[in-house]
């Protein structure tokens, strides 16, 4: 799905609104119809309603494999493997919940009742996968959200102002947590040296305009508060609050300020023009 564009759309199918994927959410809407007309076709007299239900969920696991494809393609190596069996399962369903829909519709109720059936077992091999991608694989999981509750409440040195090279994002570390700090004169920031999206460490990234941009799938986060400005993280990634007193660093965890969605989205929509900006200037 690299065919989809950067930008507004793209992001909204990885979940960047929402702050976690989209494509859990999407797809209880096939299962849950599906499984519906599976208790339907238990039942005499129930033949329309399941019919009904049976093409509400080939419908709307259009969407769902979208956004579901939009995250494959920007994931690691291990979890596309799982994720092809996970389509493949997928796209058999569909194809099976297809031919049952024609076959109800020519009146073949007996083919249509077991081709859903087969269908739904299908679903269930690919909802399997779908959870070991997502709970044992983190696939979709904030990587960086177990961080936030190990930052310091308190001011901690992180060291001197020299120490940190100019519009050079440098790793550290707080206590257990690494940090990568970005220093622009005097000012500097500090974010949790740990992608929200996979786990990449984000001092190996770029700096573009008011964001660092991850190396492994391109996230770019504001520097200031996290924010995500591109995907395909959904979820903001941790910052500290930074200062400097006496040519010293000190850090702590950020307070954090709550933004409406809509401010947020204007404020996203500013600083990805300035970073693609930035990167058509570099090229
Ligand atoms: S690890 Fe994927 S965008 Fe950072």
């Known amino acids: 799905m690299d065919r989809i564009p950067e930008g507004r759309f793209r992001d909204m199918l990885h979940g960047v609104p929402l702050g976690h994927p989209l494509h859990p959410p999407l797809v209880q809407v096939p299962i849950g ?51 092809l069996v996970h389509a493949a399962a997928n796209g058999t369903a569909l194809g099976l919940y297809l031919a049952s829909s024609l076959a109800r519709i020519r009146g073949r109720r007996g083919w249509g009742r077991a081709l859903a059936f087969a269908g739904l077992t299908s679903v269930g091999v690919s909802s399997f996968l779908g959870g070991h ?23 901690r040195d992180i060291g001197a102002l020299a120490e940190f090279p100019q519009g050079r994002p440098t790793a550290t570390a707080v206590g257990d947590v690494p940090v990568v700090v970005v220093r622009s004169g005097t000012e500097v920031s500090a974010l949790v040296n740990i992608c929200a999206h996979m786990g990449a ?64 989205q204007r404020e996203r929509d500013i600083e990805r023009s300035a970073v693609s900006g930035t990167a058509q200037a570099g090229k």
């Open 133 to 155: 991608i997502a709970y044992h694989m983190a696939g979709g999981a904030n990587q960086a959200a177990y961080a936030v509750g190990r930052l310091p409440g308190q001011w």
């Open 201 to 264: 460490p984000l001092s190996q990234g770029e700096l573009r305009g008011a964001c660092l941009v991850c190396p492994w799938h391109g996230s770019a986060f504001r520097l200031s508060d996290g924010e995500v400005v591109g995907g395909p993280a959904s979820a903001s990634q941790p910052t500290l609050q930074a200062r400097v007193r006496d040519g010293r660093v000190s850090v702590r965890r950020s307070r954090g300020g709550a933004m409406v969605p809509r401010q947020r």
């Open 33 to 83: 119809a599906w499984t519906s007309a599976a208790l339907l076709d238990l039942f005499p007299r129930t033949h329309r309603a399941a019919t009904a239900l049976i093409n509400v969920g080939i419908v709307t696991a259009l969407p769902a494999a979208l956004a579901g494809t939009t995250d494959w393609s920007r994931q690691n190596r291990s979890h596309q493997r799982v994720g």
